[in-house]
């Protein structure tokens, strides 16, 4: 079998990790290979990685560098769900990338092994995306299966490897990132995943990594997971025959050539903007929030963000503001250099995204460094340029509450340029985000329907998700959604006498509350108990996620953003009954930045319930998780309070 990584052995010691490296990895391919054994800790899995070792290497291909990456995984499977797991494979395909050198077998519980054979590969499509497919045939409990391939890749400064997945735990994995010598590249681990210090090795730099026993990280309620993978991240740093000590591709260097990218003009491009500007009307509010606002709305009404739209000219001013079409690069360009003509100050911000991998100061990955605000140190407060969706002074939610790269203009003499430093984008704090509702509950005349008016109320956050339906979104499908967010209040289709007030985007500015109120007919929330009415009243709150899982906690929690929920809901209640369990209405959980308490109070025939909930935090470590817990589960327990009404 070749040898694909290096062909040289050498084991050094990384005191700070205390972990050996072994720097040669030949793939071992045996004609007569022998099953694993699965330690206990790993029992209950349905498959167990036992090996997954790659390599990147980077080298001349001809005239130009190419990358070459080699994948060898062996998986030992346990029961059915394994078998359905990996009993076809599928290999993708990257664009401008080339798959060779396929190998896969199966080896039986017995011993016998069955190869797949290169008449069984096929190319397949799906989504959109190539893949090379093949069956492993006589995949069975206890069996394993092993396959090794190998992808030549275009050149690329910024790479990144997972040794973790949400299933598949995983007991030996092992990485080599090799370069010609003269090509020095960086690389940190991270979630215990070791790598070693670059390292010379004939006319090769190698850095190597690995882990054992990587359990597995499935997907949790409230958890952005990816972030917690077990992984290395890599870029290219130094060119060593080339002014050796000065690193590369830097974030300083990312700050200037972004603020370059972005605010750079002609004269071309500032005859265009003087005539788009001349068309803008006057800001009703001239404070200088209320001119970002009405600027940002103007724009993103007037111009469609084509996130699609390339090689035709979306980041070029005049084009944009002639066809009212641009990509992202176009609208942030055009967003700076109107805030710029309009003597409105700002920052750019090249923003981490909690749903992903957050950017690191100490490892410059400039791939992860997509997302574009804008900050304005007059106000504060942020834009997020290339979304319609979202209106100043709210971004994107998982945008905020991370770490960002500002880019703070700098200007010496005649030269502008950007110096980039670190900061974190603040989210927006917790009551200025609510998801609340009023709840109106009588009898019909018969006692068998509840007749509900319900109100909700949202603000901050909590509204943002739902006005993009009345801007984006025909009537008829404004309507569709309205049943749907009012039939929550007791889960009842039977709604009517819809309302809908403070719908528009730019409501947002003055976070003014988005209500929605109905009539809804709520026959399921009474059950006739002969002399006894049932009423479920926990219902109204509609249906609330549950957190009673079996398996410990592994990620901490982490909130889309932070918000509050206030409840009120007042029960009439029907001429010559009484209500035998008030008191099951009364619950206090509460913690110092989360709780839910509800309470009642009662005037004559009324009873009114008042709920709380808050999360006032994004983040709960491992450490609060239970806590967290016991909040989310207390408004599912509330949801199952039913009322006993009875005549005396």
Known sequence: MRTVFVAASLSIASACAAQTFDYTTPVSWPDHPQLHTVPPAFGEASAVTILDERSTEFRKDGNEFAVFEAFH????????????????????IREGSEVTNIRARTILSSGKVIDVTPDKIKSTEEDGAQYRQFAMDGVEKGSEVEYYYEEKRPFYLFGSEFFQSGEVPCLRARYLLISPAGMKFSAKGYNGFAVSPDSVIGDKRVIAGAEDNIRDLPEEKYS?????????????????????????????????????FYTTRTDKDDKALDGFIGKIPAAPDTSLGGRISYLEDYVKTHIDIDKKLT?????????????????????????????????????????????????????????????????????????????????????????????????????????????????????????SSGL????????????????????????????????????????????EANKDIVKSIGNSADVSNINVSHSAMTEAFHNTPLVIEADIRCPDLIENAGSRLLVKIGEVIGTQTEMYQERPRQLPAEMPFPHEENRTITLHVPDGYTVRNLKDLAMDV????????????????????????????????????????????????FNKVVLVLEKP
Do not use: C
């Open 224 to 260: 952005f997971r990816d972030q917690y993978l077990a992984r290395v991240d890599f870029k290219l740093s130094y060119n060593m025959g080339n002014a050796a000590s000065v690193r590369l591709y830097t974030w300083k260097d990312l700050g200037k050539r972004a603020y370059d």
């Open 73 to 92: 995984k062996i998986v030992h499977i346990r029961d059915d769900k394994g078998i359905e797991m990996f009993n076809k494979m599928y290999l993708p």
């Open 311 to 431: 090689g035709s000219g979306g980041d070029l001013l005049p084009q944009i503001l002639n066809t009212h079409t641009a990509n992202d690069e176009g609208v942030i360009r055009l967003f700076a250099a109107l805030f710029d003509k309009m003597g409105i100050p700002f920052e750019l911000v090249l923003a981490s995204d909690r749903g992903g991998i957050p950017l690191d100061p100490e490892l410059e990955d400039w791939d992860r460094a997509e997302n574009v605000l804008l900050f304005f140190p007059g106000t504060g407060a942020y834009l997020d340029p290339t979304q319609d969706a979202t209106r100043y002074p709210l971004i994107r939610p998982t945008m905020a509450g991370g770490r960002g790269l500002f880019l703070k203009t700098l200007s010496l003499g005649s030269y502008t340029t950007a110096l980039a430093t670190f900061g974190m984008v603040p989210i927006a704090p917790w009551d």
């Open 436 to 479: 609340n509702m009023e709840a109106d509950l009588r009898f019909s005349t018969g006692l068998d329907t509840l007749l509900v008016h319900g109100r909700q109320i949202m603000t901050g956050y909590g509204a943002a998700e739902y006005r993009p339906i009345y801007t984006f979104l025909p009537k008829d499908k404004q309507d």
């Open 590 to 637: 509460s913690f110092p930045n989360m709780g839910f308490t509800s309470t009642y109070a009662q005037n004559g025939s009324d009873v009114t319930v008042s709920i709380r909930e808050t999360y006032k935090s994004i983040r709960y470590p491992l450490e609060e998780f239970e806590h967290f817990k016991k909040v989310i589960n207390a408004s599912a327990d």
